[in-house]
């Protein structure tokens, strides 16, 4: 591994002006943090890459890297690009455990994390730097949200996610495991016991549904419940997935690492939506896809699938009388998801847009004074960068607001 990524810290050109910096969302340095390892100033560079993004182990791992860091490098346009992943991955995975991280003085403000995702542990750590006396309430009993229930060990395994709560433990965040905000407990409840603001980051847990006959049946299931704990379900020797994005490959992946001897995806485009790299990895897994095609019912023997074409307008359309049956043990659903509404319901005054998300301003902060919210919670599902560099700017906002300064300056 060490060998490798120095031949390709070397290959890096280090340009004036790095595509590469500007393809990454959260406009990592990637130059210098390669300049550093190549001077032997590796500790150096994962202090830099933690401060500019807390989870950058885990990005390196699960980011489309060939849409944004590395499909951006100049190397790229005539060969390979610099394998700017493995780097990254290389540098933070190896000093993690020993990074001390610069704190603040305490405070004594509370502050209180709804969720334990990518949005709300880097809401967490941000705000614990500056001296706020943070408590996690998460609803399961582990932390990382998505990455924890959504992502298989294969693309992320969970004992960084274990590391990741013992430093946070160590930075004097406290953890409240297996506790539903919006049930015996409410916001009101926080602002009552003295926590000076809210964040609200529990991700997308409702699964979209196709609202055709047969979703009800004992052997279909919904990807992202299939995705939190594949061991307890029984599909059998051949598997349909329905849906093509990314989170399709993994349930497709894992149902073949689970003994699938079968595992077809059905995307309703040409091109299934899920990145080139994961489709390519699911074919060399042994998954089949069948494309332009829509489903039309679930039966006990499979779902029914129709050939679809789609209009100028973009509207997709089943062909009639193309109807076939594609024999399965199990389908499984994964279409993507949708929010819950425990917490809402529970604090009428926090509104919801048309598609039943959090509605916040610019500054991330809700229709509730002192609630803020980041993520897919607010965003629909997205990307683990995307809620990193957008909870950011709203851990600045909330500092901002619990010391009594204008949210924007």
Request: charged share 25%; aromatic share 6%.
């Amino acid at each position: 591994m060490a060998v490798h990524v120095i031949d390709e810290a070397r290959r890096c050109l280090n340009c004036k002006k790095p595509q590469c910096r500007e393809g990454c969302p959260i406009h990592t340095s990637i130059p210098t943090m390669i300049q550093m390892l190549l001077n032997n100033e590796t500790y150096d560079a994962a202090e830099m890459l933690f401060e500019n993004n807390p989870l950058s182990i885990v990005c390196s791992l699960i980011c489309d890297h060939e849409k944004q860091c590395e499909g951006h490098c100049v190397l790229g346009k005539k060969g390979s690009p610099v394998h700017i992943s493995t780097i990254e991955n290389y540098i933070s995975d190896s000093c993690f455990d020993r990074l001390k991280i610069d704190m603040a003085p305490s405070n004594g403000i509370k502050v209180a994390i709804i969720g334990a995702g990518p949005a709300g542990i880097t809401i967490a750590i941000r705000l614990a730097q500056k001296g706020y006396k943070i408590t996690v309430f998460e609803d399961r009993e582990k932390i990382g949200g998505i990455m924890q229930y959504g992502i298989p060990d294969f693309r992320l395994p969970k004992t960084i996610l274990d590391r990741y709560k013992k430093k946070m433990r160590d930075m004097g965040i406290l953890f409240r495991p297996n506790i539903a905000i919006g049930g015996s407990v409410s916001i009101d409840d926080m602002f009552r016991d003295g926590y000076k603001s809210v964040f609200i980051g529990t991700g997308v847990w409702r699964p979209n549904t196709l609202k055709i006959k047969g979703e009800t049946f004992g052997n279909v299931h919904f990807g992202i419940h299939y995705l939190r704990n594949p061991e307890v379900f029984d599909l059998g020797e051949s598997v349909a997935v329905i849906g093509a994005g990314n989170a399709a490959m993994d349930v497709a992946r894992t149902a073949v690492r689970h003994g699938a001897s079968k595992v077809t995806v059905f995307s309703i485009t040409e091109e299934p939506v899920a990145s080139r790299m994961e489709v390519e990895y699911a074919k060399v897994d042994g998954v089949q896809f069948e494309v332009l095609k829509g489903p039309v019912e679930i039966v006990d023997e499979g779902p029914i699938m129709a050939d679809v074409e789609w209009d100028e307008e973009g509207k997709m359309h089943h062909i009639p009388g193309t109807e076939k049956l594609y024999p399965a043990d199990s389908t499984i659903i994964s279409i993507s998801q949708g929010p819950q509404d425990r917490i809402a319901n529970r604090q009428k005054e926090l509104k919801l847009n048309k598609r039943g998300l959090i509605q916040v301003d610019e500054n991330g902060e809700s229709t509730v004074p002192g609630v803020f919210a980041s993520g897919d919670v607010v965003t629909g599902a997205k990307t683990v960068v995307e809620a990193v560099r957008r909870s950011k700017q709203i851990a600045e906002a909330m500092d901002r607001y619990m010391q009594g300064l204008p949210l924007s300056e």
